[in-house]
C-alpha cells in the first residue's frame, strides 16, 4: 500500500476525461493525487472514517476505487486536527485511493439541533454533547483541507422535502453566496478539487438558475444536491433530469446521496458519472441483499433450510464461502459475521452494477440494464426505505 506524500509534484488538482457516449450517458476517467477512477463510479460511504463492518482490503478486492466521508462527523469525532496529526483521513483509515468528503451541510440540516442559521453561516448543538458547534463557508473548507480528501464540497443549504418556494428559493440563494466564499477559501491552489452544488429544491425554474450560477464559477465537477429526501422517485427522476442537462460535458457530475440500483441506472442514462449511497451497506446491516434475482431479505423462514448461495450468479467472498441458512442464523444470533457479508455482498453487487453500466454504454445496450435493474427492485424511496431499515 502506497500513500503519494508531495502530492503538488504528482497533479495539482483532478483531472477528468469523457471516453464513451451513448446518448447522454458517458464513461469517463477521473484522475487524483491518490489514483485514477472509472466513471460512473459509486462511492460507498465510510460516515466515520470506516465503511461499517469493512476493512480496506475488502473493498479494495471488491473493486471500490473511491469511498466517500463525512465531514460533520469527523469534525466532532476525533477533531480535524488530529486526523492531520495521524497523517490525513487516507493514512489516518487506511485507505490508499481516492475520498471525496462532503461539506457537513445535509448533516448539520437533519442531525444537529440548529440555533442559528444567517448568512454568515450556521450554528448549531451537536447532537452527541449538546455542545454549541458553528459553520462558516470558510471552516467547512479549512476542516476538509485537513483532512486531505482529493474531493471537497462547498457548504450548502439543503431545502427539505416538501417545502415551500420561498424557502426552498432562500436556502438557493444562501448555497450560491456561501460557494463564493468557499471558492475564495479553496483558492484552488492545492491537490484537492472543490466541487460545486447545484440546489433550488423540485423546481426545474430555481433548477436552472442554480446550474447557471454555480456553473458560473468554472469549478473542477459539479454535484446535484438537495434530491433523495423522500420525494417519489418520478420526481426525483425528472429534476436529475433537467439539472444533468444543464452542467457542462467536460466536468464530472455528481448526484449525492442517490440511490438503489434502479435509481444510479437511471441517472447514468441521463449522464451523471459519481454516485454515493449508505443503502448496500444500511440495508446489509438490516439483512437485505441485492442479488440478480431481486432483493432477499435474509431473515426470512424460507432460507431456513437453503444450502444456495445469497446470489447463484454472484462471485464475492460472503457468496463463495456462506449459504443462506448460514447467514439467517448468523442474523438471528446477532453474530456480526452474518451483517458484515451481506454488506460486503451489497458493495459487489453495486461495483459489479457499474462496470455493468460502462459496458452497457460502450455497446450501447445501456436500456436494457435501465430495465433490468427497475425489475429487480422497485424504487424504496420515502418511507419505505425507513421501514426496509431505520437510520442510527
Ligand atoms: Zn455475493
Keep these: 500500500?502506497?500513500?503519494?506524500r508531495a502530492a503538488a509534484t504528482i497533479l495539482r488538482v483532478i483531472r477528468f476525461e469523457v471516453l464513451h457516449q451513448s446518448g447522454r450517458a458517458r464513461t469517463g476517467r477521473l484522475e487524483t493525487t491518490h489514483g485514477a477512477v472509472e466513471t460512473p463510479v459509486f462511492m460507498p460511504v465510510g460516515t466515520k472514517a470506516a465503511v461499517k463492518s469493512l476493512l480496506p482490503s475488502q473493498l479494495e478486492v471488491a473493486g471500490v476505487e473511491m469511498i466517500l466521508s463525512n465531514t460533520y462527523h469527523l469534525a466532532l469525532r476525533p477533531g480535524e486536527e488530529l486526523v492531520a496529526k495521524m497523517g490525513g483521513l487516507h493514512r489516518f483509515m487506511a485507505w490508499p485511493r481516492p475520498i471525496l468528503t462532503d461539506s457537513g451541510g445535509y448533516q448539520v440540516f437533519s442531525?444537529?439541533?440548529?440555533?442559528?442559521?444567517?448568512?454568515?453561516?450556521v450554528e448549531f448543538q451537536s447532537h452527541l454533547d449538546g455542545s454549541l458547534v458553528s459553520l462558516t463557508p470558510e471552516r467547512a473548507v479549512e476542516i476538509q483541507r485537513r483532512l486531505g480528501a482529493d474531493v471537497i464540497m462547498p457548504l450548502d443549504e439543503p431545502a427539505p422535502w416538501p417545502c415551500d418556494g420561498a424557502r426552498v428559493e432562500k436556502a438557493m440563494q444562501r448555497t450560491h453566496a456561501w460557494l463564493t466564499r468557499c471558492k475564495r477559501a479553496w483558492a484552488g491552489d492545492g491537490p484537492q478539487a472543490l466541487f460545486g452544488i447545484?440546489?433550488?429544491?423540485?423546481d426545474a425554474r430555481l433548477r436552472r438558475a442554480s446550474a447557471e450560477a454555480v456553473c458560473a464559477h468554472d469549478?473542477?465537477?459539479?454535484?446535484?444536491g438537495g434530491l433523495s429526501l423522500g420525494e417519489p422517485a418520478e420526481l426525483l427522476y425528472e429534476i436529475t433530469d433537467v439539472t444533468?442537462?444543464?452542467?457542462p460535458v467536460n466536468k464530472p457530475r455528481y448526484l449525492m446521496g442517490v440511490g438503489t440500483p434502479a435509481d444510479i441506472a437511471r441517472s447514468v442514462a441521463l449522464g451523471i458519472d459519481m454516485f454515493d449511497c449508505v443503502l448496500p451497506t444500511r440495508l446489509g446491516r438490516n439483512g437485505w441483499a441485492f442479488t440478480s434475482e431481486g432483493m432477499i431479505k435474509i431473515r426470512n423462514a424460507e432460507w431456513k433450510e437453503d444450502a444456495r448461495p445469497v446470489d447463484?450468479?454472484?462471485s464475492c467472498p460472503c457468496c463463495a464461502a456462506f449459504s443462506r441458512a448460514y447467514l439467517r442464523h448468523c442474523f438471528?444470533?446477532?453474530e456480526i459475521v452474518g451483517l458484515a457479508m451481506l454488506s460486503l455482498h451489497n458493495i459487489h453487487y453495486y461495483v459489479g452494477l457499474m462496470r455493468r453500466l460502462r459496458a452497457a454504454i460502450r455497446e450501447g445496450t445501456l436500456?436494457?440494464?435501465?430495465?433490468?435493474?427497475?425489475?429487480?427492485?422497485?424504487?424504496?424511496?420515502?418511507?419505505?426505505?425507513?421501514?426496509l431499515a431505520p437510520r442510527e
Design 219 to 224: 469549478l473542477p465537477g459539479y454535484a446535484i
Design 312 to 314: 447463484p450468479n454472484c
Design 332 to 334: 438471528n444470533v446477532d
Design 1 to 4: 500500500m502506497s500513500f503519494p
Design 367 to 387: 436500456e436494457d440494464v435501465v430495465r433490468q435493474e427497475s425489475q429487480r427492485c422497485p424504487p424504496l424511496t420515502g418511507r419505505r426505505e425507513e421501514e
Design 244 to 247: 444533468a442537462a444543464l452542467l
Design 198 to 202: 447545484v440546489q433550488g429544491g423540485m
Design 111 to 121: 442531525l444537529a439541533r440548529l440555533r442559528k442559521v444567517n448568512d454568515e453561516g
